[in-house]
């Protein structure tokens, strides 16, 4: 504990500081004053912004329009200011004649409720930057996403929206995680009883060397949590005991200094619960190029898109997925690891437009894109060949497709005016099929039809044989 006469030595270096921040440029939020040694009740705010103090300590700047619905909802209150005064000896009087320029936290936004019922709609108010666009994700107490957009922000800068509940919710923690640039929002909502889960968000993906990572933390009430930091090797890092306080949470502040550059691993535990979230320290900004690849064509509603790819080593990369509209579903930070390669899966539950997608993967310099096409939740018959150009006597043609119903028996014709052959295709339990042809010798040139049909509907294609002779 420091003594009056440190602490009011401690409070004007930091002033000092923070005034010659000011005046060079280098602007700080309450968040990167407190995570630099100030006191919550000491941050400083630009002028005609009231400080507050939220339920979890942190301190927050907010327009004077904005002040009765924080107090109001109990999740933050004013500072006294005339305490803190006499708390610093007076030696802080002309503290508000400082010019400052230090911008307020961009987002706030709150829960109508702390809990919901299964099956119930959450929603959420309150402002942030305008005209700008907010990101927008909601995530399990093990980090999966399971809900995720990109609100238009507009001149007014006021935010409301709704996450309906459905059947691929379950009981337990969630965490609303809202990102604008560097400025980030974590809301913690519950869905039925708390089941004791532990969870961690934190503020970022990517980190400077030598900078500090804010960790919130959340769990049973006033549990202590082990935290431990792994690196690429699963080598330990770095571990620490964590005392959450009586509404189970804490605000951990991680020390990066001398981590070396690539990702790292914060794995939390308490009692058999343990949670892990990923994190980066100084990678560059990729120059190469970017191949991207998929594991398949086709997808469902509710499937996974495995995601691959390969550009320099340990590099920031950019993953978006746009739907057939246009629209940005989900923007996702990762990186490349020591062999310059990287593997996500894209969940599609995340949107809800049949039609052709677009992932687009970018670093620094360069982009990346391909398509892959959405059918729905219901089976869509497809079938293709491996190649639009005519097909040469003995050569092999490959038929695939997706959309078969799997419990029924399907076939593959192939038939012209003079020919019939059938083939039974393996069906796999995603109703995906490939089938390999060898074209007789005899076969007469001409046009031939595949027609590939289950139990409820059937599918056309054609295609050309010809000599081997003819060019």
């Given at each position: 504990?420091?003594r009056?006469?440190?602490r009011i030595l401690?409070?004007?270096?930091?002033?000092?500081n923070?005034v010659?921040?000011t005046a060079?440029?280098?602007i700080?939020?309450p968040?990167?004053?407190?995570?630099?040694g100030v006191?919550?009740e000491?941050?400083?705010?630009?002028n005609?912004?009231?400080?507050?103090?939220?339920?979890?300590?942190?301190a927050?700047?907010v327009?004077?329009s904005s002040i009765e619905k924080?107090?109001?909802?109990q999740?933050a209150?004013?500072?006294?200011f005339?305490?803190?005064?006499?708390k610093?000896n007076?030696?802080?009087s002309?503290?508000?004649?400082v010019e400052?320029?230090?911008?307020?936290?961009k987002i706030?936004?709150q829960?109508?409720?702390?809990?919901?019922?299964l099956?119930?709609?959450?929603?959420?108010?309150g402002?942030?930057e305008?005209n700008?666009?907010?990101?927008?994700e909601?995530?399990?107490?093990?980090g999966?996403?399971?809900?995720?957009?990109?609100?238009?922000i507009d001149?007014?800068?006021?935010?409301?929206?709704?996450i309906?509940?459905d059947?691929?919710f379950t009981?337990?923690?969630?965490?609303?995680i809202?990102?604008h640039?560097?400025?980030?929002?974590i809301?913690p909502?519950?869905?039925g009883?708390?089941?004791?889960?532990?969870?961690?968000?934190i503020?970022?993906?990517?980190f400077?060397?030598n900078?500090?990572?804010s960790?919130?933390?959340?769990?049973p009430?006033?549990?202590k949590?082990?935290?431990?930091v792994y690196?690429?090797r699963?080598n330990v890092r770095?571990?620490d005991?964590?005392?959450?306080d009586k509404?189970?949470?804490?605000?951990?502040l991680?020390d990066?200094s001398?981590?070396?550059r690539?990702?790292y691993?914060?794995?939390?535990?308490y009692a058999?619960?343990e949670t892990?979230?990923e994190f980066?320290v100084?990678l560059?900004k990729?120059?190469?190029?970017?191949?991207?690849?998929i594991?398949?064509?086709?997808y469902k509603?509710?499937?996974?898109?495995?995601?691959?790819?390969k550009?320099s080593?340990?590099?920031?990369?950019l993953?978006e997925?746009i739907?057939?509209?246009?629209?940005v579903i989900d923007?996702i930070?990762y990186?490349t690891?020591?062999?310059?390669?990287?593997?996500y899966p894209l969940e599609?539950?995340?949107g809800?437009?049949?039609g052709?997608?677009?992932?687009?993967v970018?670093n620094a310099?360069?982009?990346s894109?391909?398509?892959f096409?959405?059918v729905?939740k219901e089976?869509i018959?497809?079938?293709?060949?491996d190649?639009?150009?005519?097909y040469?006597?003995?050569?092999f043609v490959?038929?695939s497709g997706?959309g078969?119903?799997?419990?029924?028996?399907s076939?593959?014709?192939?038939?012209?005016t003079d020919?019939f052959?059938e083939?039974?295709?393996?069906?796999t339990?995603e109703g995906?099929f490939s089938?390999?042809?060898q074209?007789?010798?005899?076969l007469?040139?001409?046009?031939?039809t595949?027609?590939?049909k289950d139990d409820t509907e059937?599918?056309?294609t054609?295609?050309q044989?010809i000599?081997?002779?003819?060019?």
């Amino acid at each position: 504990m420091l003594r009056p006469v440190n602490r009011i030595l401690l409070f004007l270096v930091l002033l000092t500081n923070l005034v010659s921040s000011t005046a060079m440029g280098d602007i700080d939020s309450p968040r990167k004053q407190m995570a630099n040694g100030v006191p919550s009740e000491d941050v400083i705010c630009k002028n005609g912004l009231q400080l507050m103090i939220r339920s979890n300590g942190d301190a927050i700047c907010v327009k004077s329009s904005s002040i009765e619905k924080w107090v109001n909802s109990q999740r933050a209150e004013i500072v006294d200011f005339s305490l803190r005064d006499s708390k610093n000896n007076d030696t802080s009087s002309d503290k508000g004649q400082v010019e400052t320029d230090i911008f307020p936290e961009k987002i706030l936004v709150q829960s109508a409720r702390d809990s919901y019922v299964l099956g119930s709609t959450m929603t959420f108010t309150g402002e942030s930057e305008p005209n700008t666009s907010l990101e927008v994700e909601l995530e399990d107490s093990d980090g999966n996403k399971v809900y995720t957009d990109i609100l238009e922000i507009d001149d007014s800068g006021i935010v409301q929206f709704e996450i309906k509940t459905d059947d691929s919710f379950t009981h337990g923690a969630y965490f609303l995680i809202l990102k604008h640039g560097d400025d980030s929002e974590i809301v913690p909502v519950q869905i039925g009883e708390s089941a004791g889960d532990i969870a961690a968000v934190i503020e970022k993906f990517h980190f400077d060397y030598n900078s500090n990572a804010s960790i919130e933390i959340f769990g049973p009430l006033s549990a202590k949590i082990s935290l431990t930091v792994y690196d690429s090797r699963d080598n330990v890092r770095f571990e620490d005991k964590v005392q959450l306080d009586k509404k189970g949470h804490a605000e951990y502040l991680l020390d990066l200094s001398g981590y070396k550059r690539g990702n790292y691993y914060l794995v939390l535990n308490y009692a058999s619960e343990e949670t892990i979230e990923e994190f980066t320290v100084g990678l560059s900004k990729g120059i190469t190029p970017i191949d991207i690849k998929i594991d398949d064509n086709y997808y469902k509603i509710g499937e996974t898109v495995l995601l691959s790819g390969k550009s320099s080593d340990n590099t920031k990369i950019l993953i978006e997925l746009i739907d057939p509209t246009g629209e940005v579903i989900d923007k996702i930070e990762y990186y490349t690891d020591n062999d310059g390669k990287f593997t996500y899966p894209l969940e599609l539950s995340l949107g809800k437009q049949n039609g052709l997608w677009t992932v687009k993967v970018s670093n620094a310099e360069r982009i990346s894109e391909l398509t892959f096409e959405v059918v729905g939740k219901e089976k869509i018959l497809t079938v293709q060949l491996d190649k639009e150009e005519p097909y040469r006597h003995g050569e092999f043609v490959t038929i695939s497709g997706t959309g078969i119903d799997s419990e029924f028996q399907s076939v593959i014709q192939i038939t012209s005016t003079d020919a019939f052959f059938e083939l039974i295709p393996e069906v796999t339990n995603e109703g995906t099929f490939s089938e390999v042809w060898q074209i007789p010798e005899n076969l007469a040139p001409g046009t031939y039809t595949v027609l590939v049909k289950d139990d409820t509907e059937d599918v056309t294609t054609n295609f050309q044989v010809i000599y081997k002779t003819e060019s």
